[in-house]
């Protein structure tokens, strides 16, 4: 899932998620009901490649890849490229002049140096404007400033580069896209329209060239990355706190996606659950009692004293799943006090286990939330000023 | 030694009037020095802030080499792996409903924060909560505008307010802060293209480049690609003509400030004279003297220094003000702001004040080293009978003018040169008071006895007897008087010859906007080609571009128009060039051919959006617009080169005989207030011109205040030492009979002669000034001619501000004798 | 005439202003020789060349041509330093118009003279002025005080350094004969005390009966008088 992808900046890109996490997460705006952008409210209709564009009657949507890659010596990266479309406005209000605002794009870029112990990322955030940005309907074509994904012939071309990271990759799906929940409508709270569209591609060939800061230039790397789409107009509640999310490739062709809606009583979400893919590509929808997971270890960031989980036993009985991860680089927080005052972590882990009694390796991402200070509307009080922008773009919503 | 010293320094106490005037005379002295120097420098670093502060990150910035650039650039801008951020900007300016122009950028807030912090914090402001909405407005109002808070201060706006424009109102969504003094209205880049009718343009993207030479290969061709530093020495180049005026204005005011120091001085080695006589009869040495004198000049140079210090800052403000109205009319939409109180310009005005005391004190103080206590304590006063050094000290002033004619010669190497020759010439005049003195005496011995009678004829032979005195003050009087008629002459001049100009170049009927203000939409100059009854219209466009580094502009018209309506005045070429330039060759300004050293049948090649272009140049024309330099050519071959179909104004030409031309006038002035559009009639025009010239000119014409100050003092002063030298002759008159009334008289009548030789030799001196300011300074720092014109309103004025200083300064004199004259008696001390 | 050393001699004096004028002629070839102690009266017209004498024994202008000897030292050698110091050690001024300096008072007049001398010493200062009776009013400015009462701090101002020789410049020309004979007894009674040669200039012909030595001066040349009979015009 990735309700909250959190690409957290210290400039417009974070400012623009606060408006979104407020908006979506801490503040759920029933008044906002019925003004016209399109409830996830029904299990839908698929169509691909159409789906891999934009649905912009859709408030929110975002594309969302990461993958663990090697280069030809072994050495280990993850990377995370994501792109977000929000709605501001249903119609721009002057749809001939390409600057009229109708969605703002945004776009976060991270990546792991696993050898280097380096953690890089920068985002960014623009209008469409002539050509700077844009999601294209009908096919996967979405790009913030020389920062893209698009679809070609079945395959996934990323490209970006930003202050000496750079990536360029071809994304080939081994398997079919994967709906999540039922058809695709992913819930994520007990009210109606508290939910997504959601389907990933959860096993793609990658290939192309990655550079890290500090690298000479960009070296040949192969893996595998996991790609989500997911869309809707709102979906979480108030009471939640914060957000764990695996996503994991397991060696003997199964992957695991398992999302935890932490609620601030300590209770999960009851929505909370995930899905598992076989080998083959059929996949089945786990529920919350279906998994077990067991925190291991935890690591405290100097930076913000944030307590993390680092380690976790994941068992997933029915399927006979039991794997253990591990981040590759303890350090993947992103820290954006300075600005937003949001930080979480979110990066690349690798582990081994058993599946159905085979040993097997695990390698994948996680994503965590609201364990440094709270995420919702509380982080808004510690932040002076910060308040009136995001309300104002709430009540411009 | 204490002994010494100490009978100096309770001179000061004793004769207080005369201390305070000499205290009085080096704080202004210096308060005009230090007050020009700061304005001058608070102007330019406000420019300096202004500049950085829009600046931000930016490293370099890419437009076309003229006009707009195409907004579907910034998608190759964007992919170009050595631009690390860029940001569009549109920067234009407004016309506010009060006809004040304001600089607005059209920026887009997503792009810009990465180079620069002013939209970085919409809505962040924390206070009212009423910039809750900043954001989404500034995004979706299209007439929602960031203010700065210097202009929301000046015209009292806060979030909310609604800024009346010549194009409609502007919504305050947010006051920012900005450190530099320029006023400044931030609009979203989309909003900017409608508010300005450039859709699918913007002016240039400012950029992050981290490798510049393979950025400027990937676009050299068709873009003009500056880096920050190649924009300061345009910057630089464009204000260094102004920057050279202020320098000039502070040396200038340096120069009447150490001619007020020496005048003070000079009178303080009077009252020192029989003083330094008698110590020097009974065994104190020369030295000894000398150094009581110095302790007190420098005494009084450092507390004058310091009473100047604070005059001049407070001055600065002043001057600031009109500093920074001329420095918005020529260049920016600058207010620079005062420069804060610092305790440097104390310590800096005792220096200088000490400094210039003692190079003003040099001439006087070899006076007192060559007094003969011999003569001193007989009675006589050493100046009288100075006649013949007067011729001496004159011969040395023509080997100063001679030394300036050599350094006029050398005027082409600087600008500074032609100004060090201005100043040995002011400097050789300033030798030949004494002289003239001497000359002028009978002639006005004449005329004040027939107008004053005895007191008349006493008062003249008074002026004529104390040389020593007399001179000095006519000098610094003179001096600044010339100054005021040289620059007032240099002004009349100018305005004249600008007069003839507009009469020639600027002949429409009617200007539809300007260069300054709103672009002309194309739909407007098509639907008056299809009016009946206009003879032509000339579709003007004016670009800045950079020639050989150096800021230059390019102007494009219609040749034909001009051709049948306009008569340029041709240094080079004639009106044959017309013809020439419809097949595609230039003609250029003076200031042009002068600073690239181009003429008629050179060569210029010049960036366009196609590339280096070479023309050929047929004339160069007389012009006033542009100190830098103007490229004029025919609009289709702009249109041609730079695909900039940008029209700042339009010019209305009807024939001379059409009978319609009234209705006309009306129909075209109406067809033009449908777009919103600001015109004006030829009248209007040039009178809108004139006024931006007078106000360029008004610091300037402020120097004329500092000609009342010095004449004041020298005057004031000269009189009073008279007063306080001559005790025992007032007893005389007193004798004699003299009445105080006649006595008063005898006062204003030595006051009037010195204002009145002082102003004589000034028409003469200042109208030469005014010919070295014409035929070199301007020459060399503007590289335009400038036709002398006599007028006789800079010498009335002058003459004016003569006679008022000179009344002025006798009041003071005047009062004394009518106090102490009735108890006066014969005897020393 | 005095079998005393003498302390001043002029060797063919001579000297020419550059003014203009007839021939500027102040001096005409003078021989004097003054003796250790002796009272000298030097009468003569207005412009005959007196001051010019006195200013050249001062060393305060230098002859046109001759040589002036003060104690056996020549003053042409001994260059304006030298000058300055024998000004400061061996000479004492009293003037015509007092010339006291009017920021001072009386005491630090005569204090300055002490100061340039290198002794400044406060009490010898007003010892000299209790000395011309003027005790109490030390602390009064110049033009405080009469005109007598000027020559007297002018007189203290000489005497305070104790200088071998005083030149006076008409002392009694400002002063109405009263009190001029007054100051005149006080000077000449002060020099004989302290055994100072005193050289006074003078139109007053009372200043003849003071005086052991009287000189006239006619367009430049001295002559020696027996008595003050024979000034009387």
Known sequence: ?397 | MRSVIRSFLRHLVRRRSLSILQLLGIALGVAATVGMMLASRSALQSLGTAVDFLKGGTTHTIARPAGPMEETVLAGIMGDPAVRYFAPVIDRRVRLKGGEQVRMLGLDPFLDRNVRSITARIGVSAGDGKTDEAFSSFLFDSRAVLVDENMAKDLGLSAGSIIATLQGPLKVVQVFSNPSGEPLVIIDVGHAQEFFRMKGYVDRADLVVTDENAFRQRWATGFAIESNAQKARTLSALLGAFKLNLEALSLFALFVGIFLIYNTAMFAVVTRRRDAGVLLAIGASRGQVTGAFLVEVLLLGVAGGALGGVLGYLLSKFLVEIVGSTISTLYFFLRPSALPWSFWNLAGGMLLGSAASIVGSLPPLLELRRVRPVHVLRGRTATRGMSKRMGTIALFGTACLAFALVLFGLSFLHVYVGFAGAFAFLLGASLFAGFVIVVAAPGMKHLFSRAMGLAGRIAIGNIRENLGRTSVAVAAFMIALSMSIGLGSMIDSFRRSLVWWMDSQLRGDLYISTKADVNVPEELYEELKTLPGIGGIDVFRNVPITFHGRPASITSIDASVLERYDRFGWLEGGDGSWERMKRGDVIVSESFSRRFKVGQGSRVTIETARGPAEFLVAGVYYDYASEHGVIMMDRSVYLRLFGDRTINSLGIFIDEGNPDRVKIIEEVKHRARAFGLPFATREEFHGRILDIFDSTFAVTRSMRVLAVIVAFFGIAGALMTFFVERQKEFGVYRALGFTTGDVARMTVAESLGLGLVSFLMSAVVGTVFALILIKVINLQSFNWTIFYHFTTRPYLVTGLTALAASVAACAYPVWSVVRKYPVMQIREE | MSMTPSIIRTYDLWKQYETEGHDGMALRGVDLSIGKGQIVALFGKSGSGKTTLLNLLAGLDEPTRGRIEIEGEDLGALGERGRTLLRRHKLGFVFQFFNLLPTLTAEENVLLSLELAGRPDERLARESLDLVGLAGKEIRFPHELSGGEQQRVAIARALVKKPPIILADEPTGNLDSATGAQILALLTGRCRDAGTTLIMVSHALNTCEYADRVLRMTDGRLFEEISCEGLAP
């Not at chain 1, 020389?146 to 990536?167: C, P, Q, T």
Request: contains cysteine.
């Open chain 1, 1 to 397: 899932m990735r309700t909250q992808p959190a690409l957290l900046s210290s400039s417009l890109a974070g400012f623009i998620i606060l408006a979104l996490l407020c908006f979506l997460f801490v503040c759920l705006p029933r008044d906002l009901f019925g003004q016209g952008w399109r409830q996830a409210d029904a299990p839908r209709q698929w169509s691909f490649p159409r789906d891999h564009g934009s649905h912009p009657e859709y408030r929110t949507e975002w594309w969302y890849f990461t993958g663990n890659l090697a280069d030809n010596e072994g050495k280990r990266y993850g990377y995370q490229l994501t792109f977000f479309r929000h709605g501001l406005e249903l119609e721009a209000k002057n749809p001939a002049n390409p600057w009229s605002v109708r969605d703002v794009h945004l776009a976060h870029f991270a990546i792991t140096d696993v050898s280097r112990g380096g953690f890089h990322r920068s985002d960014r955030a623009s209008r469409r404007g002539p050509g700077l940005a844009g999601a294209g309907a009908g096919a996967m074509d979405v790009h913030v400033l020389n920062w893209s994904a698009r679809m070609k012939d079945g395959r996934i071309i990323l490209a970006a580069a930003h202050d000496g990271m750079e990536i360029d990759l071809e994304l080939a799906p081994a398997k079919p896209p994967i709906l999540h929940g039922r058809q695709g409508l992913s819930r994520k709270g007990p009210l109606p329209g508290q939910a997504s569209y959601y389907y990933s591609f959860t096993d793609l060939k990658t290939r192309g060239t990655l550079r890290a800061p500090g690298m000479k230039g960009p070296v040949p790397v192969t893996g595998t990355s996991w790609f989500d789409q997911e869309f809707g107009s709102n979906q979480l509640s108030p009471e939640q706190a914060g957000w764990d999310w695996f996503a994991l490739h397991l060696s003997d062709g199964r992957d695991l996606m398992i999302y935890y809606l932490r609620k601030k009583d300590g209770t999960f979400e009851r929505e909370s659950s995930g899905t598992l893919v076989e080998r083959n590509g059929t996949s089945r929808h786990l529920a919350l009692g279906d998994i077990e997971t067991d925190v291991l270890s935890q690591w405290r960031s100097e930076r913000t004293a944030g307590r993390y989980p680092a380690a976790w036993r994941i068992r997933v009985p029915a399927a006979a799943i039991d794997v253990t991860v591990r981040p590759l680089v303890a350090d993947q927080e992103l820290v954006t006090t300075a600005s937003t005052g949001i930080t979480y972590w979110e990066g690349a882990v690798d582990g081994k286990g058993t599946s159905r009694g085979r040993e097997v390796a695990a390698e994948g991402y996680v994503e965590l939330t609201g364990y440094a200070g709270s995420l919702g509307g509380e982080i808004l009080e510690a932040v002076s000023g910060f308040r009136f922008q995001v309300s104002g773009f709430r009540k411009r919503l």
